[in-house]
């Protein structure tokens, strides 16, 4: 590639060569090629040095007559490679306007027998066309110590974990004053872990930082914007909790976070590269390691400091105090409160007051508590239930279906006595079981009796149910079908001495055939037949 020789450079490639060196001991001590020096050399002979009269020789007007004759004036400051760039202009805007690279345009060109620099060509791009690559950067001041810390998710490669290969995540977290480091790693990046990663680096550091800087990452920035972006409802009851605040990089913006951004190759490189850990745990150990002992001890490029040194005496002692309780991530979810009144948050059932059946509230679920919010109002809370659980409040359930849903019995009990003292006895009965609960559903037909025929009549069927020892919803509805509950009950028979039939009925209930029909005065049965008028036997 082509480098323009300094004045200083030709003046020593010159020197070098006059006290007896040859071209290649010259360019050496110059730091020119070898055939660049003899170029100068043979221009400066031409120009009448001579190597025997001394270094009085090398005026200006002698070093200015052999860059005249090694590098002669360029039309318009350009060489040739410029001039075949402007013969192909239209072309090369062309691809400019359709978003080529000047990697790409260079190739293309080459493909036509056209083969210049690179850095020209980027030149001339620049210069004469609307590209626009990256522009120039500046050095941004590194503010107050303690303040700000940025962090990044890179990718590291594969560890092993229960017998799987798995691809590994390093969160870094790097303070910008002192250029101490964190690596926090993962096989995920969701919510959860980036809290753990920022709760083990508070330990690391001894503190919180005032003000985190990461990229737009989706578990903090639910909606990314440049000027007021917005942040999830997790992160930023985290970030309440913990009393820093979140300044995020512009979107594609990794200059936002140049601290950081410099980092993850090295720890890529210099940590990572070539190890093998025995799991996740044994990774994190020397990760912590690794922070503490080399990259927070080396001597930083810029700084010209060791960053651990740094930090310990200007930053450790303004940051915010460590937490002294690990922090619980809640789960935080948009749930539609179902028909049976509930709604499921972490595989948990929650009851819901009637009036929200239908709609969609916002839950928060911490390690102690379910909150359950309806645009912005608390509406229900609940203890935390364990996947599986149910936590029902029988207030939040219609009066009607209360007590079968909560297998309430004595409430159930309770309402029938209300109807009448043998309601309330036969329901007793009805639940007599091993499993009373699979009988609620006589007693409620039971009710059900109650609000058809009325309490009175119900009431009267139970007692005489009772007194008869017969326990049977079936046997009640049968009785108030046909009113017979008022009828009195037969008395015993006095005369067998033994107890009253316990199905006993009265026999007009029975049903019996019909009559037949008479027969006549003259006939006369006899076995089986009947004698006419003269006496003989006529069969019928």
Same mark, same amino acid.
């Given at each position: 590639m082509y480098r323009e020789v300094s004045v200083i450079e030709i003046r020593e490639v010159?020197?070098?060569?006059?006290?007896?060196?040859?071209?290649?001991?010259?360019?050496?001590r110059a730091g020119v090629d070898r055939k660049t020096a003899r170029r100068y050399v043979d221009a400066a002979v031409a120009a009448g040095l001579d190597r025997d009269c001394g270094v009085e020789q090398l005026t200006d007007e002698?070093?200015?007559?052999?860059?005249?004759?090694?590098?002669?004036?360029?039309?318009?400051?350009?060489?040739q490679a410029w001039e075949a760039l402007c013969t192909n202009h239209d072309r090369i805007n062309t691809w400019v306007e359709d978003g080529l690279t000047v990697v790409k345009i260079g190739d293309l060109l080459a493909r036509q027998g056209m083969i210049v620099p690179q850095r020209t060509l980027h030149r001339y791009c620049a210069e004469r066309t609307q590209y626009r690559g990256r522009g120039g950067t500046v050095p941004v001041t590194d503010g107050e110590p303690g303040v700000e810390c940025q962090i990044d998710f890179a990718r590291m490669g594969m560890l092993t974990d229960n017998g799987r290969r798995r691809v590994v995540h390093a969160l870094i977290f790097t303070a910008?004053?002192?250029?101490?480091?964190?690596?926090?790693?993962?096989?995920?990046?969701?919510?959860?872990?980036?809290?753990?990663?920022?709760e083990a680096a508070w330990r690391f550091f001894g503190g919180v930082f005032r003000v985190l800087v990461p990229d737009n990452m989706s578990a903090i920035v639910a909606h990314a914007d440049s000027v007021n972006p917005r942040f999830t409802v997790g992160w930023l009851e985290y970030a309440q909790?913990?009393?820093?605040?979140?300044?995020?990089?512009?979107?594609?913006?990794p200059q936002d976070k140049p601290r950081v951004e410099r980092m993850v190759q090295y720890v890529r490189n210099n940590f990572f590269a070539g190890e093998e850990f025995a799991d996740l745990a044994d990774a994190q150990a020397h990760a912590e390691a690794w922070c503490a002992e080399k990259a927070g001890q080396r001597i930083h490029g810029t700084t010209c400091a060791r960053p651990a040194v740094v930090f310990a005496e200007a930053e450790a002692a303004l940051l915010i105090e460590a937490p002294a309780q690990p922090y619980a991530v809640p789960i935080y979810a948009e749930v539609k409160v179902h028909r049976d009144y509930h709604v499921q948050v972490g595989k948990a059932l929650y009851s819901i007051p009637e009036p929200y059946r239908g709609q969609t509230l916002s839950a928060r679920a911490d390690g102690e508590l379910v909150k359950m919010y309806h645009r912005g109002k608390l509406v229900k809370t609940h203890p935390r239930q364990p996947p599986g659980g149910r936590s029902t409040d029988p207030a939040d359930l219609p009066t009607e279906k209360t007590v079968y849903a909560m297998r309430d019995l004595a409430r159930l009990i309770a309402t029938?006595?209300?109807?009448?003292?043998?309601?309330?006895?036969?329901?007793?009965?009805?639940?007599d079981h091993d499993l009373p609960w699979t009988k609620m559903r006589q007693v409620y037909r039971l009710l059900g009796l109650v609000k058809?025929?009325?309490?009175? /009549?119900?009431?009267? +069927?139970? &007692?005489? %149910?009772?007194?008869?020892?017969?326990?049977?919803?079936?046997?009640?509805?049968?009785?108030?079908?046909?009113?017979?509950?008022?009828?009195?009950?037969? /008395?015993?028979?006095? +005369?067998? &001495?033994? %107890?009253?039939a316990r199905f006993a009925r009265d026999p007009g209930e029975y049903r019996t055939s019909s009559p037949k029909p008479a027969k006549p005065d003259w006939m006369t049965v006899i076995d089986g037949g009947a004698l006419n008028e003269g006496g003989q036997e006529e069969l019928w």
């Open positions: 010159l020197r070098a060569w006059m006290s007896g060196a040859g071209t290649r001991t010259a360019a050496a002698l070093i200015s007559a052999v860059v005249t004759a090694v590098r002669p004036d360029r039309p318009q400051g350009h060489g910008v004053f002192s250029r101490h480091m964190f690596v926090w790693l993962t096989f995920a990046q969701t919510l959860e872990a980036l809290i753990d990663g920022c909790a913990r009393g820093f605040g979140t300044d995020p990089a512009r979107v594609a913006h029938a006595t209300g109807h009448g003292t043998n309601v309330g006895i036969y329901a007793e009965r009805l639940l058809r025929y009325g309490a009175a /009549p119900t009431d009267t +069927a139970c &007692g005489r %149910a009772l007194d008869l020892d017969v326990v049977s919803v079936a046997k009640i509805a049968a009785m108030l079908a046909k009113a017979t509950e008022n009828t009195p009950t037969p /008395p015993p028979r006095a +005369a067998s &001495g033994l %107890a009253p």
